[in-house]
Nanobody
Framework: VHLVESGGGLVQPGGSLRLSCAAS????????MNWYRQVPGKERELVAF????????NYADSVKGRFTISRDNAKNTVYLQMNNLKPDDTAVYYC???????WGQGTQVTVSS
């Protein structure tokens, strides 16, 4: 199992970023995918969930209405579109396959003016 996140960076409050997680080594279309985030000194927080077919999603209350999770099973990739970013969204973002207990290496998102 190999998961590679990309798309993080520095953005001003109110800005947008789109994270990607490219997956390989397993049948991507068969698995639920999650996005988590972690701030130093705190536990990882579940941000968003998407079902294997993409028809069901769920979000942490802190990001509802601002973040959108999606997937392209033909490209073995899951995305996290993040809009109206706030300084509290600053964290390392990880994709995770709960059925395989596998994590990517993470991508840093920093929201600051």
């Amino acid at each position: 199992v190999h998961l590679v996140e990309s798309g993080g960076g520095l953005v001003q409050p109110g800005g947008s970023l789109r994270l990607s997680c490219a997956a390989s080594g397993f049948t991507f279309s068969s698995y639920v995918m999650n996005w988590y985030r972690q701030v130093p000194g705190k536990e990882r927080e579940l941000v968003a969930f998407i079902s294997s077919g993409g028809g069901s999603t769920n979000y942490a209350d802190s990001v509802k209405g601002r973040f959108t999770i999606s997937r392209d099973n033909a490209k073995n990739t899951v995305y996290l579109q993040m809009n109206n970013l706030k300084p509290d969204d600053t964290a390392v973002y990880y994709c995770y396959v709960p059925g395989l207990a596998s994590w990517g290496q993470g991508t840093q998102v920093t929201v600051s003016s």
